[in-house]
């Protein structure tokens, strides 16, 4: 008996010990394994901005966030394990800064809003580099430590007007510091303020684990765009999520009412230089990120407008969903043309 007794308390320290261990390289595997996409504000604390130095361990370039984590010294000699995250690796590039600017064994300083819950988790706006050099990756940002900066490109840029002839048709760019679609307040109605009320984005985030956004949500995409035509269509392609949107330019063609479709069905038409679009049958069940939800009911009229000489691309959309809002909402944001990009292969990479 005593035998048996000593065997169970072997067998339940065996135990622990793998408990224990199976912990421990949890926290030494967690910081690279934050959610995906996100609400950067549902997930930081915006309004808090605080700075960590130290080593970079590991690196993940990689959509929808690039993550490193940093080893930090405190006080009594001990190390603690910060996970970094920063924005997206397509952003990266168009700020013309290389997967080569950061690698591990990097002594840094960073800056940015640490997480809501009090973990070990930094969203980082300014980076120094060991160099001198300091990274800007906020859209408005300023420098902190030096003048010596990196990844301003493209920021406070005018479109190119070279080549007018080719009207909507071309790559466009959301350029760096326009500032967002969104709008700081919508008038909506008791049901959807009770749902957002509700919203958690770190459980409830719809594009958690690299899920495609629907409408309205996608329009929001700060990412390369090109318009194409194709037959009687037009092709929307969005780098974010290799999302390709199609546009019916014949609406006379369609003798069945499609099913409905998280990006909707689309019917275009001109008006002079603009085109106009009228999308339904959407089933995305969000108007955007942060939990506002939309029904089945929405209807949404799009406006495309270009220059005369071809260098911008005007663009509103008016959304109508009685389930939701009070009022239409009607948001407004631009592109550029820059002939040097092109859209690239998203890849986003989700967490296991």
Same mark, same amino acid.
């Given at each position: 008996m005593i035998f048996n007794l000593l065997c169970g308390i072997r067998e339940r320290r065996v135990y622990l010990m793998r408990y224990q261990l199976l912990i421990f390289l949890g926290f030494v595997y967690l910081p690279l394994s934050a959610p995906a996409h996100h609400s950067v504000n549902g997930i930081f604390d915006a309004g808090n901005v605080i700075e960590l130095e130290g080593k970079v361990v590991e690196v993940a370039w990689q959509n929808p966030h690039v993550r490193f984590t940093v080893t930090v010294?405190?006080?009594g000699g001990q190390d603690e394990l910060w996970s970094v995250e920063i924005t997206s690796l397509s952003t990266l590039r168009r700020r013309k800064l290389s997967a080569n600017f950061l690698a591990p064994g990097d002594r840094v300083r960073v800056a940015g809003n640490p997480a809501k819950s009090g973990s070990a988790e930094?969203?980082?706006r300014n980076i120094l580099l060991p160099n001198g050099e300091e990274v800007?990756?906020?859209n408005s940002g300023t420098p902190r430590w030096?003048?010596?900066?990196?990844?301003?490109?493209?920021?406070?840029?005018e479109g190119d007007p070279s080549d007018p002839d080719r009207g909507i048709f071309r790559v466009w760019s959301t350029p760096i510091g326009s *500032?967002?679609?969104w709008k700081e307040n919508y008038p909506l109605t008791d049901p959807a303020r009770t749902s957002v009320a509700t919203f958690d984005p770190v459980i409830d985030s719809p594009t958690l684990d690299c899920r495609p956004k629907g409408m309205p949500t996608i329009m929001e995409q700060p990412y390369p765009m090109e318009l194409r035509r194709q037959d009687e269509k037009i092709i929307i392609h969005?780098?974010?999520?290799?999302?390709?949107r199609t546009i019916e330019m014949n609406a006379e063609t369609d003798t069945e009412k499609p099913p409905a479709d998280r990006l909707g069905h689309s019917v275009g038409y001109w008006e002079n230089r603009t085109l106009a679009v009228k999308t339904t049958g959407i089933n995305?069940?969000?108007f955007d990120r942060d939990g506002i939800p939309l029904s089945k009911a929405?209807?949404?009229?799009?406006?495309?407008?270009?220059? *005369?000489?071809?260098?911008?691309?005007?663009?509103?959309m008016t959304l109508t969903d009685p389930a939701t809002f009070t009022e239409p909402v009607v948001l407004e944001k631009y592109w550029l043309w820059f002939p040097e990009v092109v859209v690239e292969p998203y890849e986003c990479i989700a967490d296991a």
């Open positions: 010294g405190q006080e930094i969203y980082v800007l990756l906020d030096t003048n010596e900066t990196l990844g301003t490109s493209q920021i406070a840029r *500032g967002s679609i969005m780098e974010e999520y290799n999302t390709i995305w069940p969000y929405a209807e949404i009229t799009e406006h495309f407008t270009v220059s *005369g000489d071809g260098s911008r691309l005007d663009y509103r």
